[in-house]
């Protein structure tokens, strides 16, 4: 069987990029398409495959964000030559899924969620600023049109989580099974410590983006002055000053990150995540997750298994939960990750192909 791999852009290190990297290790395709890729700001795995992208590679702006060529992104997926493959597995958030497939070819989408920018935008503009609300609200409609036609050109649908799947099904009435994600980081690979850190701080781990609330977290901690916090991401402009208890690392390599999961007390998340693979992540090394109750997290955390859940955004909230979590046992906190291992993915994913 030849496959292709098409992933929306590959520019940064998130959960879905750890997935579509997952797909093309486990499933050997013949190729990656997609809008553009930056070496230098994600997984350097990507490396080690063959990668094809559109006209949008040649300007350094959309390598460096692929937001700012938000009116070009449906023209440029739609304008892509169809991959000559047996099947075309498209890891998609909204894009990836505009590639067109030849007629003997079966397309498969793995939706890692509905277009955030066109069915929770609410959640979505937290993260743009003017000029990028203004093209939101006039490509909205259009976007939309063509977003609904795009799904429907699948021969397949498959939804990450259960709330994803209700989003599709409300959005495209497409009835899609679930098979939940990888986690992408695995345990047993190099560990690179992180000067003068030391072991029994918090952790959480963010994009920079408005639906991450990651101010809400940090808000909390100016409360726990006897606490530490370490935040994987950079601080945002234009927000209060962080309290001296918390740290930004901003990125950090795999290595760094198994060595943060292994001596962090817990990982915490007030994010509106889709599924969220973060707490299974940290779940490896026995660091347990204290996250809001919504999202995808519902199907993640189990709770008093391997995290506390949170109800609102309020600090005495969070660190009432962060205190629960760390009374968990570690060992059974970690045997909990082996439901979300690469291997059961694919044996879950394969039939679908």
């Known amino acids: 069987m030849s496959l292709v791999v098409a992933h929306d852009y590959v520019t940064q290190r998130g959960g879905a990029e750890r997935v579509a990297l997952q797909m093309?290790?486990?499933?050997?395709?013949?190729?990656?398409?997609?809008?553009?890729?930056?070496a230098d700001t994600t997984f350097p795995g990507f490396a080690h495959h063959e990668v094809q992208t559109s006209v949008l590679q040649r300007v350094a702006a959309f390598r460096r964000d692929p937001r700012r060529a938000f009116p070009l992104l449906a023209p440029v997926w739609s304008s892509l030559e169809?991959?000559?493959?047996?099947?075309?597995?498209?890891?998609?958030?909204?894009?990836?899924?505009?590639?067109?497939?030849?007629?003997?070819?079966?397309?498969?989408?793995?939706?890692?969620?509905?277009?955030?920018?066109?069915?929770?935008?609410?959640?979505?503009?937290?993260?743009?600023?003017?000029?990028?609300?203004?093209?939101?609200?006039?490509?909205?409609?259009?976007?939309?049109?063509?977003?609904?036609?795009?799904?429907q050109t699948a021969d397949q649908y498959i939804a990450n989580?259960?709330?994803?799947?209700?989003?599709?099904r409300d959005v495209y009435g497409i009835d899609a099974p679930v098979v939940p994600p990888p986690v992408g980081l695995t345990i047993d690979g190099e560990v690179q410590p992180i000067e003068g850190v030391e072991a029994g701080f918090v952790?959480?781990?963010?994009?920079?983006?408005?639906?991450?609330?990651?101010?809400?977290?940090?808000?909390?901690?100016?409360?726990?002055?006897?606490?530490?916090?370490?935040?994987?991401?950079?601080?945002?402009?234009?927000?209060?000053?962080?309290?001296?208890?918390?740290?930004?690392?901003g990125r950090v390599s795999d290595a760094q990150l198994r060595w943060l999961y292994t001596r962090a007390s817990a990982l915490v998340s007030a994010s509106k995540e889709d599924f969220g693979l973060t707490p299974i992540e940290a779940n490896q090394f026995g660091t347990p997750a204290v996250t809001i109750r919504a999202g995808g997290f519902l199907e993640t955390v189990r709770e008093g298994v391997n995290g506390v859940y949170f109800d609102d955004l309020e600090p005495s909230s969070l660190l009432t939960s962060l205190d629960q979590a760390e009374r968990l046992p570690r060992d059974c906190v970690a045997a909990s990750a082996a439901r979300h291992q690469p291997d059961v993915f694919l044996r879950q994913l394969s039939p679908f192909l």
């Open 24 to 38: 093309l290790d486990g499933l050997g395709p013949d190729r990656l398409v997609t809008s553009v890729y930056n």
């Open 82 to 151: 169809p991959p000559a493959a047996d099947v075309l597995l498209c890891s998609s958030s909204g894009w990836s899924h505009g590639l067109s497939r030849r007629a003997a070819t079966r397309k498969v989408v793995y939706c890692h969620n509905t277009p955030r920018w066109l069915w929770q935008p609410d959640d979505y503009r937290r993260g743009l600023g003017r000029g990028g609300r203004t093209a939101l609200r006039l490509m909205s409609q259009p976007l939309k049109s063509w977003d609904l036609r795009q799904a």
């Open 161 to 168: 989580s259960g709330v994803v799947r209700e989003r599709i």
């Open 203 to 249: 952790l959480t781990i963010a994009r920079n983006r408005g639906y991450k609330r990651v101010g809400a977290v940090v808000e909390a901690f100016r409360h726990a002055p006897s606490r530490r916090l370490m935040v994987i991401g950079d601080e945002s402009p234009g927000q209060p000053a962080a309290p001296p208890n918390v740290t930004f690392l």
